[in-house]
């Protein structure tokens, strides 16, 4: 029985992140189609720069959630809170250094992408992570487009 959930769990996190995977691969190869060559390297250089804020904004507390959630020392909250706070001054920083609204919403909803994965990750919740996987991916490839679309 045991076997069986654990290959189940497997199964799972494979296809999320295989579907995932290819759906994004086929996204960016559609924008690198629509976009100019300046514009998808801003956009990769905009995007890299929210990863590496976010990242930082984390303070190494997705392995704190990691480790001491399945204690059940109930550490989210208050790592939340302090998430919260260093990834807003990250994008603060952000948006005073590029003048770009979006790159710092994009830097808190990665961060809390991040620490939310921890979180069900620590409790071995593999199906909820494949879902959230297929979620944001979905997310990452329809807004994009409707603001294309709605915006122009």
């Known amino acids: 029985m045991v076997f069986t959930k654990k290959i189940k769990d497997v199964l799972f996190l494979g296809t999320s992140n295989f579907i995932s995977s290819i759906a994004l691969g086929v996204f960016l190869l559609f924008l690198a189609s629509l976009l100019e ?3 998808y ?3 990769a ?3 890299a720069i929210a990863n590496v804020a976010a990242t ?3 303070f190494g507390l997705r392995t704190t ?3 001491y959630e399945p204690k059940n020392e109930n550490v ?3 790592s939340l809170v302090l998430v919260l706070i260093s990834s807003g001054i990250s994008a603060l920083i952000v948006y005073i250094i590029f003048q770009n609204a979006t790159v710092s919403l994009l830097i808190l909803g990665m961060s809390l992408f ?4 921890s ?3 620590s409790k071995k919740r593999y199906s909820d992570f494949a879902k959230h996987r297929l979620l944001r991916t979905a997310i990452t490839i329809v807004f994009p487009l409707f603001c294309m679309t709605f915006l122009e």
């Open 65 to 67: 959630i990691t480790v």
């Open 119 to 121: 979180g069900i990750n």
């Open 41 to 43: 390297g801003e956009l």
């Open 37 to 39: 060559k300046t514009q």
């Open 114 to 117: 991040m620490l939310t994965i």
């Open 76 to 78: 989210f909250p208050a």
């Open 56 to 58: 930082i904004s984390l």
């Open 45 to 47: 250089y905009l995007m």
